[in-house]
């Protein structure tokens, strides 16, 4: 039982600090912020699929993250709950070409919502609408290919036990 739990928080603080190198990486190259985001590790949140250990990782990461790279306070809050949203529901998922939806749906609906807010002095349909075709597309090329990549990786070396 303890050692479950162990490898529970073990498999948790790995993915945390994995997430958080892969954002540090994707800003670094320049992929982390503008109109289309290409954060590598979002293609983690598809791990809840293998483990509910996942969901604190990612989360955790998400929240680390937008904390040590200067976001604004509405998305880290944001940012974070759509992460925290996506990964919950990836979670309950059994289907793994399905799996990667959750999170680019709650991150595609709610980190616009930040943008536009922070943009602009009044609410524009335009300006939310434009960010959300952004997020869209930076959403799918990093959770739904490089997710579904990772998930054929992990299947195929058998490292969680689905």
Known sequence: MKTNKTRRITEAALIC????????LSNV?????GSV?????????VLPYFTPSAIYGVTIG????????????????VGSLATLIGVVFTYFIRNKW???IPTVLSNTILVP???TLTVSVEWSWSLYLVSLAGVFVGEILSVY????LLIKALEKRKIFKR
């Open 113 to 115: 919502l930040v943008i």
């Open 145 to 148: 290919v490089l997710g579904i």
């Open 62 to 77: 998400c929240l680390i993250s937008n904390l040590t790279m200067g976001a604004l306070p509405l998305d880290i809050v």
């Open 17 to 24: 600090a994995l997430y958080v190198a892969l954002t540090w």
């Open 37 to 45: 985001q290409l954060r590598l590790s979002e293609a983690l949140c």
């Open 29 to 33: 190259v320049g992929l982390a912020s």
């Open 98 to 100: 399905l799996c990667p």
